[in-house]
């Protein structure tokens, strides 16, 4: 079955950190690029970052920038999203999208369900 898969998520406190992982079961990630999205209860899914297939481009939301960090291990065929310096607000289900595209910049790059793969996300909860 191909689909994508999140892992990484849980409980911490503000200020903490979490890496959140993607991996690809049936496929590999070397031909896509990947965004990091999250939805919280009664809130618009928020695209949160992106990494073009060869890792030559990234970029990230207002909200998340210098704190979330996007990475990718084709080798392992892994994406990451270290997030630091996490607030309550940054509380959600955090997804990984696949598209499949040859463009070299993430800007450029749309992530639209029914195209390429999506994951079922793994939920964050930032709490004291």
């Known amino acids: 079955q191909l689909q994508l898969v999140e892992s990484g998520g849980g409980e911490v406190q503000p200020g903490g950190s979490l890496r959140l992982s993607c991996t690809a079961s049936?496929?590999?990630?070397?031909?896509?690029?990947i965004g990091w999205f999250r939805q919280a209860p009664g809130k618009e899914r928020e695209r949160v970052s992106c990494i073009t297939k060869n890792s030559d481009s990234t970029n990230y939301a207002d909200s998340v920038k210098g704190r979330f960090t996007i990475s990718r291990d084709n080798g392992k065929n892994m994406v990451y999203l270290q997030m630091n310096s996490l607030k309550p607000e940054d509380t959600a289900v955090y997804s990984c999208?696949?598209?499949?595209?040859?463009?070299?910049?993430?800007?450029?790059?749309?992530?639209?369900?029914?195209?390429?793969?999506w994951g079922q996300g793994t939920q964050v909860t930032v709490s004291s």
């Open positions: 999208a696949a598209r499949p595209t040859s463009r070299s910049i993430c800007g450029q790059i749309s992530f639209i369900p029914g195209i390429g793969y």
């Open positions: 049936g496929f590999t990630l070397d031909a896509y690029a």
